[in-house]
């Protein structure tokens, strides 16, 4: 079941958004997020919200975000927002076009 997850970052910006990007990128060898075989991922989209920053994503399961989690959270610890907890909920439909 493909589940929606929102992922929200007080008091950090876009500045943040690009370090963990450009960390997980650098070290398997890609310039863009987009090129990233991030199996599962059906859609990514981040920018500024009122205090901070979010990421929302939608995925293929729950399982597909966990494997995910085991390279963006060693990251996200080392920049110091490791205790970040994201909202999930199941999606009830998904369009993507």
Do not use: K
Not at 22 to 42: H, K, S, W
Not at 60 to 88: C, N
């Amino acid at each position: 079941m493909a589940i929606i997850v929102s992922f929200d970052f007080p008091g950090a910006g876009q500045e943040l958004y690009d370090s963990v990007i450009e960390r997980v990128t650098q070290g398997q060898g890609f310039t863009r997020f987009a090129d990233l075989p991030n199996t599962g991922l059906l859609s990514h989209a981040a920018g500024p919200v009122d205090g901070g920053f979010r990421v929302t994503e939608i995925w293929e399961s729950a399982e597909a975000l966990e494997h995910h989690a085991r390279t963006f959270g060693p990251i996200l610890a080392d920049l110091g927002h490791g205790d970040i907890q994201p909202t999930i909920f199941p999606a009830h439909n998904v369009v993507l076009r």
